[in-house]
């Protein structure tokens, strides 16, 4: 079996050395592998560092983008992960499994690759993120009854949302594992297959939450959608680039998109 290792880069170069090392472990869990990173322009010397470690590793292809960053990170990084999905559809045949992760401080401790090898080929999950001593990543995070990000309401609900993840964590079985809509927390694995036909998307997608799941949401928090000012970093037009591209992959291929309570970092 191979796999993709994709990443969107840009102001890294304190942690490259660090996650670089940790692509190399997960590489050496398949047959072969390859690293695919989108470069975004940075103020750092992280081109360099990519760069670098070109030279000593075959395995490594990126793509440098020229162009003005937009104005919207999430947009930017949609974009960025958008262009390292599109090499792995291209290879689709040659890649069964390809994982997203973050390439700064949140993927540069040392990775427990006996967690993720232990979950491999398990016929449970066709998407799996992993727990964290603090599960900081909410805004990727779509648990039923809560499907919209928790930055689109006025009175934030950030502090009860991780309440509810951690219990829920804490109490499944030792190798049990968690459904949920979308949930990122800077690493996940794919099954190639079930995401064929879906992209990232950086707006705010309600379309594609059903109507009972949204009503439902929205009865849970008790107020409405709130429309943030644009530039804001709750804008309207931003949200987590992750939620649409896992509900895409439920709502056109019933993929299981799931969560290990194990800390993989």
Same mark, same amino acid.
């Given at each position: 079996m ?12 304190k942690y490259?050395?660090n996650v ?5 472990k ?5 047959h072969?592998?390859?690293i695919?990173l +989108?470069?975004?322009n ?7 560092k990519?760069n670098?470690?070109n ?22 990084l949609a974009n960025a992960?958008n ?5 792995v559809? @291209?290879?689709l ?6 994982i997203?992760?973050?390439? @700064?401080n949140v993927c540069?401790t040392?990775i ?8 491999l080929?398990q016929?449970?999950?066709d998407a799996?993120s992993?727990n964290?001593? @603090?599960y900081?990543?909410?805004?990727a ?7 919209i990000s928790c930055?689109?309401?006025?009175n934030?609900?950030?502090?009860e ?5 951690k219990?829920?964590l ?14 990122f ?8 297959s ?6 990232y @998307?950086?707006?705010?997608r309600?379309?594609l939450?059903?109507k009972?799941?949204l009503?439902q949401?929205?009865?849970t ?5 709130h429309? +943030?000012?644009y530039g ?5 037009l931003e ?17 299981k998109?799931?969560i290990s309570?194990d800390?993989?970092?």
């Amino acid at each position: 079996m191979n796999c993709c290792i994709c990443g969107a880069v840009r102001n890294c170069e304190k942690y490259l050395d660090n996650v670089f090392e940790n692509m190399e472990k997960i590489g050496s869990i398949f047959h072969d592998y390859k690293i695919v990173l +989108f470069y975004d322009n940075s103020t750092d010397n992280t081109l360099t560092k990519i760069n670098e470690y070109n030279s000593k590793n075959n395995k490594l292809i990126f793509y440098i983008n020229d162009k003005p960053l937009l104005p919207c990170r999430t947009h930017r990084l949609a974009n960025a992960r958008n262009w390292c999905l599109k090499y792995v559809m @291209d290879n689709l045949n040659t890649y069964p499994y390809f994982i997203m992760m973050d390439c @700064d401080n949140v993927c540069s401790t040392p990775i427990q690759l006996n967690i993720l090898r232990k979950y491999l080929y398990q016929d449970s999950w066709d998407a799996l993120s992993f727990n964290r001593e @603090d599960y900081y990543d909410l805004w990727a995070l779509s648990i039923s009854p809560y499907l919209i990000s928790c930055r689109h309401f006025k009175n934030n609900f950030e502090s009860e949302l991780k309440q509810f993840i951690k219990k829920l964590l804490n109490n499944l079985s030792e190798n049990g594992l968690l459904d949920c809509y979308s949930a990122f927390n800077g690493f996940a694995i794919y099954k190639t297959s079930k995401f064929i036909n879906c992209h990232y @998307d950086g707006r705010l997608r309600i379309d594609l939450i059903s109507k009972p799941q949204l009503i439902q949401n929205l009865k849970t928090i008790k107020q409405p959608i709130h429309i +943030f000012p644009y530039g804001t970093e709750r804008s309207v037009l931003e949200d987590c680039e992750h939620r649409s591209f896992h509900l895409m992959a439920i709502n056109k291929n019933d993929a299981k998109i799931q969560i290990s309570k194990d800390i993989l970092f």
